[in-house]
């Protein structure tokens, strides 16, 4: 670059921050070419900073000028999200937001700059995929900042609009962080700790990869070491030697101490939160007795606390009930889940339907009764109506389906009390008689809270069984899949731990498949296929068509084999088979294979890439992230399964 194009390179950013400031935006210095900030505190409320001339700028979104704060809609559209699509869906349910500053990112985005009168809870992905909510404790970077070349613009000055009631309600509201977070809870083994953490490293925690929400991820991260017990200071070295060269780019240790620092000073949970001599901690000795100086003791209770039995007393006790044989448990805590626009939703309104209607669901005997239905989503009018045409119903063919919608439902309230209230209600209006409640979904049913967080989601599951456990139903919550669909269900492990039965909805192209991922007291692996069917509804009083879909041509698929991989694992396979040039019996993906040479983990790798049509280096590095994880998860299936054989040394070939 020429000192001239530096000079007005450097007038050009100048301009750019003199307007922000004009508009009542915070700003704080941004590392160039970068997304990260380059100084601590930028959080704190009025704080101003030295800005360098050519580095990156910030804007606080937890504070503003005119009082109050920012909320953020940063609308994303790399990396095979659809942010614009969900801001319509956002928009078509609650109404059509007012006009605001807005400013262009350079990879096609937009940040909808709104104010409100308090700052709300940051959020990915929770209004919708590809919408994320950037406001207390949080910031984003401003026009005049570039990354890659790419320069961050002004798409629509002018004023800060008020952001409507219900975005706010949507967001939820900001919880308030322990005082006591900071500090690490006694009796953790500093050793265990370390080991846990460094598994975690190797084995689950995503990469970082810039432009696809990498500053998120390695905040993440450090928060999960957080609550494996690990310091500050062992967690940065730790990420630094066991993860840190699988993100894009590596961090410099500095970088991960930053946000090792963030994770540590704003997390809302105590460091070893999630131990295990946290979560199975000892009771303490009873205190001292004041006159004598010895430990207290303890009144013993007059009767036998626990009922202690002898095994052969359990075959007296009644087989297990069911409300859809084999399928869903008469009680207990239940979960649809899958990726968005899987139609896990109108499938659970098809099963709530079976229930109410006590007709056979998938081939199998259902037991029938009232079902409450909490659409925290939007109207359900347009679906149940859909329902009704479809199976040829009258107007009244599914009384016996209780409706709640557009009704705030918090499973993380103090006491339970919306889910006690919940209980009361639905037990008044069927009379105490109800089988199943279905809350969609369980992101919007804890607002503020966070899924990855094992307190949150564990308030959240005692709050759905106190729910289950009151009325002596099953509880069924609909829920979303993570990134990574291979994962199960989004957020903490603690739900899978927690569930009875799991419901896997998803889809390719037209057809769409439901697996029974789990059930405890029945014979998981089963698979149904089934299509949505669009339903015109005739028009409304504007003259505007009318639609919805409904659930159709449900059949029973065969259940696969558990030693037959996959159609993932066939694909990470036939890479190995052809860099070791293996012969087979064409008959069977599991007949006798035989190797020359094992291959080395990396070169595998590496075939793999081309048999899907990824770059080893350049190009999209979301989708080469993507594809490593498979790659890992398949790598270990299929040993599991004995289709590879593990040499060690990372080499590895096709069994003998």
Known sequence: MSNNAAKVGAQDIAAARAELIAAGFQLLPVRANSKVASVDGWNVPGKRFNLKPHGNTGIFTGAHRDGGALLVLDVDTKAGKDGETSLRTLE?????????????????????????????????????????????????????????????????????????????????????????????????????????????????????????????????????????????????????????????????????????????????????????????????????????????????????????????????????????????????????????????????????????????????????????????????????????????????????????????????????????????????????????????????????GDENSSQDMGQAIAAAQAIADRLGCLVVIVHHSGKDTTQGARGHSSLHGAADVELEVSRKDDVRTVKLAKVKDGEDGHRWTFRLESVSLGRTAKGKLRGSCAVADLATAEKRDANQPSPAEQVVLMALRELTNVKRDDSTMAGDYFAEVPATRDAWRLAYFKAEGIPATGGDTSRRRQATDRFRKALERLTEKGLVRDHGHNKYALPT
């Not at 004023?159 to 977070?181: F, K, N, S, T, V």
Request: glycine residues 10%; aromatic residues 6%.
């Open 92 to 448: 078509d349910a609650h109404g059509v937001l007012p006009l605001t500053r807005e400013h262009a990112t350079p990879s096609g985005g937009r940040h909808i700059i709104f104010h409100v009168p308090e700052a709300v809870p940051n959020s990915a992905c929770k209004l919708g995929d590809g919408l994320d909510v950037r406001s207390a404790d949080g910031y984003i970077v401003a026009p005049g900042s570039t990354i890659g070349g790419n320069t961050y613009t002004v798409a629509c000055g002018g004023e800060i609009a008020e952001a409507p009631q219900w975005l706010i309600d949507l967001c939820g509201q900001r919880r308030e962080r322990d005082p006591e977070a900071g500090k690490p809870l006694p009796g953790i083994d500093r050793t265990r700790a370390e080991q846990r953490a460094a598994d975690y490293l190797k084995n689950e925690a995503p990469a970082a990869v810039q432009g696809d929400g990498g500053d998120a991820t390695a905040y993440k991260v450090a928060a999960r070491i957080k609550d494996l017990g690990v310091s500050a200071d062992d967690c940065a070295a730790l990420m630094f030697e066991h993860w840190n060269d699988q993100c894009e780019p590596p961090w410099t240790l500095d970088e991960l101490q930053t946000k090792v620092a963030n994770a540590y000073r704003y997390g809302t949970g105590r460091q070893g939160a999630d131990a295990p001599e946290a979560i199975f901690a000892a009771e303490p000795l009873p205190a001292a007795d004041r006159t004598t100086g010895q430990p207290a003791t303890t009144a013993t209770p007059a009767g036998p606390v626990f009922h202690v039995r002898k095994a052969s007393d359990l075959f007296t006790d009644p087989e297990p009930e069911w409300l859809i044989d084999g399928l869903l448990p008469d009680r207990g805590l239940g979960v649809i889940f899958g990726a968005p626009a899987s139609g896990k939703s109108f499938l659970a309104l098809d099963i709530a339907a079976a229930i109410a209607r006590g007709v056979p669901w998938g081939a199998r005997d259902v037991r029938k009764g009232s079902v409450v239905y909490v659409g925290l989503e939007g109207r359900q009018r347009s679906r149940i109506e859909a329902y009704l045409q479809h199976h040829k119903l009258k107007r009244d063919g599914l009384d016996n389906v209780l409706i709640i919608e557009r009704q705030p439902l918090d499973l993380l309230a103090q006491k339970f009390e919306p889910a006690a209230a919940l209980a009361r209600d639905v037990s008044t209006a069927t009379g105490g008689d109800v089988r199943a409640v279905f809350i969609d979904t369980l992101n919007r049913a804890m607002p503020g």
